[in-house]
């Protein structure tokens, strides 16, 4: 298999500080525009680029509004085989004013248009899982339908509840002329793909209909069952790092029926352990200390933390709590580390990056809570790059059989 079969290209939306689109560069890829519109987003990408990081080094970067960006105006050599991006989840959020389409951050439609004018070879969508609430099903089927054939265009003064309704009596039919996709959709908690955090979030993939590919979302690898045999039934998982007994939490009320029905098994689970916060940052050095502020890159403690009822952290031996876009104020503690003595700290930006698998080179060259906004809207690395390897992976098959 040549080089020119190798070669993927991808085009990027809402890029942010970049997780999403490493992933997808590190699966294979090769960007061809990398499209945000937020200043200090594109600054972190352009000064890791500036450092001569592989991972972003030759991505076009456009500091534009979707809205105003003409895909028309790629310089492409072939087809674009796969178009990515997390549209703004702020509309969808738990923690938003749930306005859904009717808020002006929705780029939902620009995606589409994207899809409409790029015809890539595959999609592929993250958003948060609150779009997956009662409140949002019949705007969700909308947003499957519309990039199941997104060349039946909204028409002049049609809403979108009319729209969906034209789309459903298309989809219906016996024959579908024009682009269309196969679209499939899960919600994925990335701490089942190793990934050292308990993130929920909705992933759509969808290969062009014409490719003719059968296509299923990659199982998961890692289980909570498998790091609570390792914990609280071999100790394997202590001794690997070398914890005293007297160092050791309490054994979790919330897990106790778990553990003992792992307890009265007789086999191991087959999946490897979630990995947890002590996992991604044991081997980081003391935040602060000279050898931490020297060798490590953004590994700085922020001072101010202190716990309340419902703000408590993340224990550091459990899988973090999901990293938000909020700072000092989000609810649960989310960036903050609990140790089992009762303390806390802040995350440092380093420690952050880590449970987003960010690699450590990559650089963020903002203040500690801009940085943090940017990891929080983040999607992790490695999830991104399990993703995009196995969508790569069935456009290969398809290159093969096409040469």
């Avoid at 979302?217 to 609570?228: K, V």
């Avoid at 106790?256 to 191991?268: A, G, R, T, V, W």
């Avoid at 650089?363 to 399990?386: D, I, K, S």
Wanted: hydrophobic residues 35%.
């Amino acid at each position: 298999m040549g080089n020119k079969i190798l070669t993927m290209n991808s085009v990027e939306l809402f890029t942010g500080a970049g997780g999403l689109a490493i992933g997808i560069s590190n699966a294979g890829f090769r960007h061809q525009a990398a499209i945000e519109r937020d200043k200090n987003a594109c600054l972190t990408i352009r000064s890791n680029q500036q450092r001569g990081i592989q991972s972003v080094a030759d991505w076009p970067v456009f500091p534009a509004d979707v809205t105003q960006f003409d895909f028309t105006t790629l310089q492409v050599k072939g087809e674009i085989d796969l178009l990515a991006g997390g549209p703004p989840c702020q509309p969808f959020s738990q923690g938003g004013k749930h306005q859904g389409w009717d808020d002006s951050r929705d780029m939902f439609p620009q995606f589409f248009r994207a899809v409409r004018e790029l015809k890539p070879k595959a999609i592929l969508v993250e958003n948060v899982k609150g779009l997956l609430r009662s409140s949002f099903s019949q705007y969700f089927e909308y947003i499957i339908l519309q990039l199941t054939y997104p060349e039946i265009v909204q028409k002049s003064g049609e809403d979108w509840v009319d729209h969906l309704s034209r789309l459903e009596r298309h989809h219906t039919v016996d024959h579908h002329d024009g682009l269309s996709y196969r679209v499939v959709f899960r919600n994925l908690n990335a701490a089942d793909y190793g990934i050292p955090q308990k993130r929920d979030r909705v992933f759509m993939v969808g290969f062009r209909s014409d490719l003719g590919v059968e296509w299923s979302f990659p199982a998961p690898t890692h289980s909570q069952e498998a790091i609570l045999w390792e914990q609280w039934v071999t100790g394997d998982y202590w001794e690997r790092h070398r914890v005293p007994l007297s160092e050791r939490p309490e054994v979790p009320k919330k897990q106790c029926d778990h553990i003992y029905n792992l307890q009265s098994s007789l086999f191991p689970p087959l999946t490897k352990p979630w990995r947890t916060v002590r996992d991604a940052i044991s081997d980081l050095p003391v935040p602060g200390s000279e050898e931490g502020s020297s060798r490590v890159l953004n590994h700085v403690v922020i001072p101010g933390a202190r716990k309340y009822p419902g703000h408590t952290g993340s224990p550091l031996d459990q899988s973090a709590k999901t990293l938000k876009a909020g700072v000092h104020g989000v609810p649960g503690g989310e960036n903050m580390l609990a140790f089992h003595t009762g303390e806390v700290r802040y995350f440092t930006v380093r420690e952050a990056a880590r449970l987003q698998t960010f690699p450590d080179e990559y650089f963020f060259p903002h203040c500690w809570t801009q940085t943090m906004r940017q990891l929080g809207n983040a999607v992790p690395v490695a999830l991104a790059e399990v993703l995009a390897s196995s969508i790569r992976t069935h456009l290969l098959r398809v290159k093969a059989i096409q040469a």
